[in-house]
T-cell receptor, first 111, second 117 residues
Framework: GQQLNQSPQSMFIQEGEDVSMNCTSS?????WLWYKQEPGEGPVLLIA?????ELTSNGRLTAQFGITRKDSFLNISASIPSDVGIYFC???????????FGTGTRLQVFP | ETGVTQSPTHLIKTRGQQVTLRCSSQ?????VSWYQQALGQGPQFIFQ???????GRGNFPPRFSGLQFPNYSSELNVNALELDDSALYLC????????????????FGPGTRLTVL
């Protein structure tokens, strides 16, 4: 099935560092979403973006909806151990309810 | 807590068997989507149910079927299980405005881990 390209695939960082990850698609999306998934849990919504160029923050998280509508970025500032998990982007096209997920970025934070 | 529950949490079946997975939506949510998440992958859309009818389907064979009940709870049925069906199965509930596209976010349950031997 279709999946969006997410990079990097994994990150190993020290507590306090900033993190950046991105997601690209060959198709245009009208909505971009970022989720975090921890072991044994379903994805939890972090940020939703609804307009090209939109920049939205949620605490230490900031995400942007790319101008071309084919990409999105997520930044985490001053990482902490509880940021550990897998981060997924997901795109939603106009007039469809089908979320297309990225391949995921696994984040490890060392104290 | 998303208010979406799934049962069972884990299940082991053998090839050729049939399985039913269950999902209880968040209160007031009339739409449920089912996703399959293979190990190390992102979730893949299976299908969606809105007002008890299938409303969109991904690239999955007919042996994957579903039901939605008047209380908006839902079932995913898989017949003739194959080894590749081993995955985490997620349901997500949404409150969908009548006839319109999805504008509200989808809330995921914790998933059912299915292992096919």
């Amino acid at each position: 099935g279709q999946q969006l390209n997410q990079s990097p695939q994994s990150m190993f960082i020290q507590e306090g560092e900033d993190v950046s990850m991105n997601c690209t698609s060959s198709s245009i999306f009208n909505t971009w979403l970022w989720y975090k998934q921890e072991p044994g849990e379903g994805p939890v919504l972090l940020i939703a973006l609804y307009k090209a160029g939109e920049l939205t923050s949620n605490g230490r998280l900031t995400a942007q909806f790319g101008i071309t509508r084919k990409d999105s970025f997520l930044n985490i500032s001053a990482s902490i151990p509880s940021d550990v998990g897998i981060y997924f982007c997901a795109g939603l096209s106009y007039n469809t309810d089908k979320l297309i997920f990225g391949t995921g970025t696994r984040l490890q934070v060392f104290p | 807590e998303t208010g979406v529950t799934q049962s069972p949490t884990h299940l082991i079946k053998t090839r050729g068997q049939q399985v039913t997975l269950r999902c209880s939506s968040q209160s007031g949510h009339n739409t449920v989507s089912w996703y399959q998440q293979a190990l190390g992958q992102g979730p893949q859309f299976i299908f969606q149910y809105y007002r008890e009818e299938e409303n969109g389907r991904g690239n999955f064979p007919p042996r994957f079927s579903g039901l939605q009940f008047p209380n908006y709870s839902s079932e995913l049925n898989v017949n003739a299980l194959e080894l590749d069906d081993s995955a985490l199965y997620l349901c997500a509930s949404i409150k969908k405005r009548s006839g319109g596209p999805l504008t509200d976010t989808q809330y995921f349950g914790p998933g059912t881990r299915l292992t096919v031997l």
